[in-house]
């Protein structure tokens, strides 16, 4: 045993110890937590500029969380939960980032993590992070939905705990982002603008706005605005979608885990929701980082991409007051990046002269 004692200093402690009394915790549950949440909220008006928008645009960086995303948010609820039950395996399907946080917060936990990934379609910072923090990493010939449905099976068996969202302790555990939103706002945005994949998110943030609000919390609640990627957009085609397709591998879904809840969110909120060809993804995935110094993924981009054709479409008043979700990390595709960047790094001989001319001095 450390004969130190662990400082009290008044420092975050992950969203558990921070929202406890919004999460279904006791005194005794054995939190695992890597410090996650805390996350910056930068206000981007040089992009909001550069479309000729006219309103606030907060973006909440959720790529600086510890495994880089958003999932670790309700990762650290979900293992918490696990290890309060006495599971011994976690397992999930995923498109790259809830595999990579599941299996740092098994690492942590000390319980066996196996993750099933479409084989060939995951970014490959995320790649990296389930082969590095140690998890059994199975690639299955097929997409997220099929892994997903793989997953269901086993957790029928009984002899593992399911860590996708389909375990109610991941949406506790997401719904902070919308807390912490309106702890820095002050306020609650007019409009929530994010990506959605297999919904999860969406259905977290409006029960986070919702449970803020209840309490008194905040003053107001925020209209829902999800983007899906065209080439995966099950929800905005009514329909699901057999071989889903695009840039943003994260969000390649064709039938959504929390389809009920996404659409219930979207009418609550007298929400929208549309989609994004993987061009407008891209744009705007550049744009935001050339404007305003923030690197995310693509999929991140695509909430961006469906600001851009709100503004255009006059659906967003003067003045308006927008939060974001950055959901993942830039670095976490650096193949994405370096194709879309458009040039390449320039060769110079190891000369000042060298140098200077390309700089054209
Ligand atoms: C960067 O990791 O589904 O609508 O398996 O990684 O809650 O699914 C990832 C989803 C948006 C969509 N942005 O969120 C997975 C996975 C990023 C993501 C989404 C994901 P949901």
Known sequence: MNSIQPSSGNRW???IHEYR????????????SLNEGNTQLVRADNFVEAINGNCELWLKYEGINPTCSFKDRGMTMAVTKAVERGAQVVVCASTGNTSASAA???????????VLLPNGKIALGKLAQSLMY??????????????LRIVRELGETGKVEVVNSINPA?????????????????????????????AGNITAYWRGYKEYHAAKKSDRLPRMFGFQAAGAAPIVDGKPVGEPNTVATAIRIGNPASWPQATAALKDSKGFIDKVTDEE????????????????????????????????????PEG?????????????????????AGFEP???????EAVMKVIGL
């Open 13 to 15: 402690r992950g969203i």
């Open 21 to 32: 009394q919004y999460l279904p915790v006791t005194d005794k549950t054995p939190i695992v």
């Open 104 to 114: 740092a917060y098994a690492a942590r936990a000390k319980l066996k993590c196996v």
């Open 134 to 147: 140690g998890a059994t990493t199975i690639a299955v010939e097929g997409n997220f939905d099929e892994a």
């Open 170 to 198: 991941r949406i506790e555990g997401q719904k902070t982002a919308s807390f912490e939103i309106c702890d820095q706002l002050g306020r609650a945005p007019d409009f929530h603008f994010l990506p959605v994949g297999n």
């Open 281 to 316: 993804i891209l744009a705007a995935y550049k744009l935001i980082a050339r404007t305003d110094g923030i690197f995310v993924e693509p999929a991140s981009a695509a909430c961006l991409a469906g600001l851009i054709k709100c503004v255009k479409a006059g659906k967003i």
């Open 320 to 340: 308006s007051v927008i939060a974001a979700t950055m959901t993942g990390h830039g670095l976490k595709d650096p193949d994405n990046a370096i194709k879309t």
């Open 346 to 352: 320039i060769v110079v001989e190891a000369k000042k």
